[in-house]
């Protein structure tokens, strides 16, 4: 599938990273499987849930899971089981050769930064295992704000970092909530088609 990056240039560009920079939503949905079987979840996690809430934290989607299905799993629990199978797994992952080149193309000329939705050490995992982390400088995560996506803290933060004006960045994002987030903070967003299919 071709993604249409834009001809203009902006002043700076913000690129998400799970299913953006690295095709590791395939690798989170796996670890995702492997820790709720490991905690005893009897109900139903298909792929179709899983991708529907892109972005979203990992603890906000058990509380999810637990309402929807009358299941007890302990939030904060699930989400260090489900983060250190990743990390175990994390070497399965690959870069999103499309995007890259892209943004190997725009760095040359503009600065750029990540605003990820993980947590930062995973982040930098992600990047450090796909060759990527050369290229950024600037990591945004949820830690470094008060509200992740869809409010748009995060990436008012990495335009503030950048020195970049906000209405002048563009977002790259695979995920709705993402979108949201860059279009409340008043930034052009180029949504990233999901892998599955390509």
């Known amino acids: 599938m071709q993604i249409d990056f834009p001809l203009e240039l902006y002043s700076g560009y913000i690129f998400d990273c799970d299913g953006t920079l690295v095709d590791s939503m395939p690798t989170h949905y796996k670890a ?13 996690f298909s792929e179709d849930f899983f991708y529907g809430l892109g972005g979203a934290k990992t603890t906000d989607v058990v509380q999810m899971l637990n309402e929807q299905t009358g299941s007890f799993l302990d939030a904060d629990i699930f989400a260090d089981e489900k983060e250190a199978v990743y990390l175990d797994i994390i070497s399965e992952i ?4 499309e995007v890259v080149c892209f943004v190997q193309k725009v760095a040359q000329e503009r600065p750029v930064s990540v605003a990820s939705g993980g947590l930062r050490h995973v982040v930098e995992r992600a990047l450090a295992v796909t060759g990527l982390a050369d290229l950024f400088e600037i990591i945004v995560t949820p830690e470094d704000v008060k509200e992740g996506k869809p409010a748009p803290e995060m990436f008012l933060l990495a335009a503030e970092k950048m020195k970049i004006a906000a209405d002048d960045c563009l977002v790259l994002e ?7 987030a860059a279009v409340a903070a008043g930034m052009k967003c180029l949504m990233i088609p999901e892998r599955r299919g390509w």
Do not use: V
């Open 94 to 97: 690959e870069p999103i050769d």
């Open 174 to 180: 695979d995920a709705e909530l993402g979108r949201q």
């Open 32 to 44: 995702w499987k492997i820790a709720l079987e490991t905690l005893g979840f009897k109900g139903d």
